[in-house]
């Protein structure tokens, strides 16, 4: 009987315990989706200080970068600060993906619009893949929304080649830069997953033994009982 208690503790506990784990991850990710979007809006002031006529990006462009850098400085210390549930955690999770997807993409143009035809803009470049790097701290916490997060914004690289002007060439800068920053944040989100792994050991280790100190509290109370009894008696 006592296996079986400690069996259903278990089950019942590690879900309960990845949920939390998870709602921490989530919180985490907003506040940096907060401080990414600040920096974000820093660099997209460079981005506009440096002209049209020196990055060949339009106030479209600008829009698109903007209004994701925007929404992730505003609303992610808001998000970190709600009481979230386990029922909505896949769901805001989902909204902060998106939201820092829309950056990635709009940094992603940039960079292949850097390396295309004509001069390559090497400030472009180092602005566009410290903005990428940015726009991917949020998500690491979630290694489906990272992956998923990379692949739309490689997408919008290898697309390029189709428009006129543009050859395979001209995006092997961009993918250099998109693999190095995939490389660094799928290694950085298997250690932060390692660490909330051993967070979550370490505390299912203390509800163990807690447990484990209740039963002993109850059987030395149960044996003091059975003492007072055989003194009782024997009396």
């Given at each position: 009987m006592q296996a079986v208690s400690q069996s259903d503790t278990a089950h019942g506990v590690e879900p309960a315990?990845?949920?939390?784990?998870?709602?921490?991850?989530?919180?985490?990710?907003?506040?940096?989706?907060g401080l990414a979007g600040g920096g974000l809006l820093l660099l997209i002031g460079a981005v506009v200080w440096l002209g049209t006529a020196a990055t060949r990006l339009d106030s479209y462009w600008l829009a698109w970068a903007v209004l994701p850098a925007l929404l992730a400085a505003f609303l992610g210390p808001v998000l970190a600060g709600q009481l979230l549930s386990r029922q909505a955690l896949t769901r805001w999770r989902l909204v902060l993906v998106a939201v820092m997807t829309a950056s990635s993409t709009a940094w992603a143009f940039a960079s292949a619009v850097a390396a295309g035809p004509g001069d390559t803009s090497a400030v472009l470049l180092i602005i566009a893949w410290t903005a990428l790097s940015l726009s991917l701290v949020p998500s690491l916490s979630w290694i489906p929304g990272l992956i998923m997060q990379l692949t739309v914004a490689l997408l919008f690289v290898l697309v390029f080649p189709v428009f006129p002007g543009h050859d395979f060439e001209s995006i092997l800068l961009p993918l250099g830069m998109w693999a190095s920053l995939a490389l660094l944040a799928l290694i950085a989100a298997s250690y932060l997953r390692r660490v909330d792994q051993i967070k979550g050991e370490m505390h299912y280790m203390r509800l163990e033994a807690s447990e484990l100190q209740k039963r002993l509290d109850d059987a030395d109370e149960t044996l003091a009982n059975a003492y007072d009894q055989r003194a009782t008696l024997e009396a």
């Open positions: 315990l990845r949920a939390l784990l998870g709602i921490e991850g989530l919180k985490d990710g907003a506040r940096l989706a």
